[in-house]
C-alpha cells in the first residue's frame, strides 16, 4: 500500500473525527485537534493512501522535548505500516530529529507500546491511574531521536 505523508488541514477534520471515535474509548473532541493546528509550533501529519485519510499524528515541542499528543490509524488500515510510516516522518523531520520525544500510552494499548518500542521508545515511568475514565495507569514512554 502507498502510503503519503502530508500535514494535517483543517478539512480533514471529518475523517479525523471518525478514525478518533473509533480507536478511542475517549476521543479528542474536533475543537482539540483544531487548536493543535492553530499551533504554529506543532506538527500534525496526515497519512493518506489512494482510499483517503488513513491516519494522523500530532506532536508539539515542550521545552527542550517533543510531547507526542496522539497517533491513530484508521481500523480498516492496521498493520499495514501506516502507524510506522508516520512515526518515522516525525523522528526524520528536520525539526524533531536530534531531539528526545516523550508520550504517555494506556498500559493495555499493547499494539501501541509495540509500535513505540521498536522505534527505540523505552519505558521512563508511569503516572498511576492517569486516566479517569477508568483509573488505568498511563506508561510513559521516552526516546531520543537520532540527528539527521
Ligand atoms: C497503534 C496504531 C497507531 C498502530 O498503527 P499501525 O498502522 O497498525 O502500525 P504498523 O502497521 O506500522 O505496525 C508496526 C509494528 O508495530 C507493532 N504493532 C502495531 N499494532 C500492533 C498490535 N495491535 N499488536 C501487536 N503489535 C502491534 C508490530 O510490531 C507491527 O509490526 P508487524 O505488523 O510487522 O508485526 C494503531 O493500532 C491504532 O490506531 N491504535 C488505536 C489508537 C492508539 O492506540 N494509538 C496510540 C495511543 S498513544
Known amino acids: 500500500m502507498s502510503v503519503r505523508i502530508r500535514r494535517l488541514r483543517y478539512r480533514d477534520l471529518p475523517a479525523v473525527g471518525r478514525i478518533e471515535r473509533a480507536a478511542f474509548g475517549t476521543p479528542w473532541p474536533a475543537r482539540e485537534f483544531a487548536f493543535e493546528l492553530a499551533k504554529p509550533s506543532g506538527l500534525c501529519l496526515a497519512a493518506v493512501t489512494e482510499d483517503g485519510l ?20 484508521a481500523t480498516s488500515s492496521r498493520r499495514l505500516g501506516v502507524g510506522s510510516t508516520l512515526l518515522r516522518a516525525l ?38 491511574e492517569f486516566y479517569g475514565d477508568n483509573h488505568e495507569d498511563a506508561v510513559l514512554m521516552w526516546c531520543s531521536s537520532p540527528r539527521r
Do not use: H, K, M
Open 54 to 73: 488513513a491516519g494522523y499524528l500530532v506532536a508539539c515541542p515542550q521545552g527542550r522535548l517533543w510531547n507526542l499528543r496522539n497517533v491513530a490509524v
Open 91 to 128: 523522528l526524520e523531520s528536520e525539526r524533531v530529529a536530534g531531539s528526545n520525544v516523550v508520550l504517555e500510552v494506556r498500559e493495555s494499548e499493547r499494539g501501541a507500546i509495540a509500535l513505540y518500542e521498536r522505534f527505540g521508545f523505552y519505558v521512563a515511568g508511569r503516572r498511576p
